[in-house]
């Protein structure tokens, strides 16, 4: 969730399991979509790996650094069709 502009760059990242609907909420500080990736490795970091897989985004420019991911907890990155 990005916030309007004068509430400052402070924004909210919420995951999903669809089976389960286990859901995660990060407070981001910056909307810069590296840190936003550095928060989500992070936050995921101590689940287990079959617990992160992978993550599907929407096209939000705030995850345009999703090959992090991979690297850092080894999940895939997938995109909703628009």
């Not at 909420?25 to 936050?43: A, C, F, G, T």
């Not at 689940?47 to 907890?73: C, M, N, V, Y």
Request: proline share 5%.
């Amino acid at each position: 969730m990005m916030f309007r502009k004068y509430h400052g760059k402070v924004n909210v990242t919420s995951l999903v399991e669809r089976v389960s609907r286990f859901a995660v909420v990060m407070r981001n500080e910056d909307r810069q979509s590296k840190p936003i990736m550095e928060v989500l490795i992070q936050e995921l970091a101590p689940l287990p790996a079959d617990a992160r897989q992978s993550i599907t985004f929407d096209r939000g420019a705030e995850f345009s650094a999703w090959k992090h991911l991979k690297a850092g907890i080894g999940a895939d990155a997938w995109f909703c069709d628009p």
